[in-house]
């Protein structure tokens, strides 16, 4: 079963992704800022990470810049999900080391968690 880490600070948002992957059949692991997503990555090593962008403590940039220089596990690919949506803001993102950079606003959470399948897949 594949694991997935959820780093996303809205309660509503972060629940309902985490419930639609559950029922999808992927283990699923949850951080609600920055620092947490950034010791989730290294305890739980998951198969994927979804991060937030805006987030209390250190932000998503942040968080994808620190992991992608840890050997351990800068291999773990990272999916952007965030409100920001600058062209300067997906370049950097992506240059960071982000397999993918969605926007909320252009996608309900169904259409991210089959983002993430179609992710998974691709991966393999």
Known sequence: MSKILVVEDD????????RKLDK???EVVQAVD????????KE????????????PGIDGFEVLERVKKDPEVSEIPVMILSNLGQKSEIE???SLGAVDFLIKAHHTPGEI????REKMQELL
Do not use: A, T
């Not at 309660?11 to 985490?18: D, G, K, P, T």
């Not at 920055?34 to 990555?41: A, D, S």
């Not at 998951?46 to 962008?53: C, E, G, R």
């Open 24 to 26: 999808e059949g992927y």
């Open 11 to 18: 309660r509503f948002l972060r629940e309902m992704i985490s």
């Open 44 to 55: 739980e090593k998951p198969d994927l990470v979804l991060l937030d962008l805006i987030l």
């Open 92 to 94: 950097r993102g992506l």
């Open 113 to 116: 968690v089959e983002k993430m």
């Open 34 to 41: 920055g620092e947490q997503g950034e010791e989730k990555i």
